[in-house]
């Protein structure tokens, strides 16, 4: 959510617009959560299938990290907010 | 610890308890203790009516949340974003009212259905619930453990063995070898729902 005022002028350099710039959602390793349950999070919150939410889970597991879902910076806030009502260890940022 | 039966088994009526009354006495405690710990200190009175209506600070709040100085608790409610301090903050003032409150109901609502005289059934939303809230209570205590790494988790049982810890560390990684034991079945119950 923004206050500042909308601006009217197109600015005069051609700027790729935030629209096309995708956040990602990231979930990181912890030493805490179970791989059944990392995995069951996957399954149930973003509705991926089995095969998928445990290529994530692994991804996450044995790389440190895993990119799980990509949207606009409000989607990734909302995904990012219930990785944390689930417990997992998550963080939202631009895609480079 | 011997169970004859999985300590949560899913059945048509919902998901089956059976752990015995000083078991479900042990998780209400811990579960009225994760409330706690969540509990913010403000009074319900204090708190701006938009704010619990829709779970974020007012933008006229001049003290946005900071990420928790207790480690246990800055693990419930993490920084939304690692590289940028103003996205992070803005999260947390979105965000960290709401989750707080969730994460208490939901230990409350486990808490409620844990202390009705046995035998127990969880309906999916009580499961849920507990899922949750056994997942917060690994979690500080994992941060009490100084769990930090992987390693750190899986050389746990073999510490616990060996015997050579201080007796407080000693006592809460046999209980949270005992909640990682339920939570896994907790799993496998609430997951043949999917």
Redesign the interface.
Known sequence: MSIAPVELEKPDTVEQPDTDVPWITLVWNDPVNTMSYVTYVFQSYFGYPKSKAERLMHDVHEKGRAVVSNGSREEMERDTEAMHEFGLWATFRKDD | MAHRKAPFKHSRAGVQVNLDDQEREILVHLLGQLDELLDDGRPAGEVDPLEALVGMRG?TDETPPATPDDPALA??????????PE?SAE?RR??EY??RS??RSGARTAAGALNRPAPVVLSSEEALSL??AL??V??VL?ERLE????E??ESLHQRLWAGDEAESWMATASIYEVL?AW??HL??A??KK?
């Open positions: 933008t693990r419930l409610l993490p920084d939304g974003n690692r590289d940028d996205a999260y979105l965000t709401g989750l969730r994460k899922m949750k997942t917060d690994r979690l994992g769990l930090k790494t992987d750190d988790a990682t939570q896994e799993v496998v609430v997951s999917l």
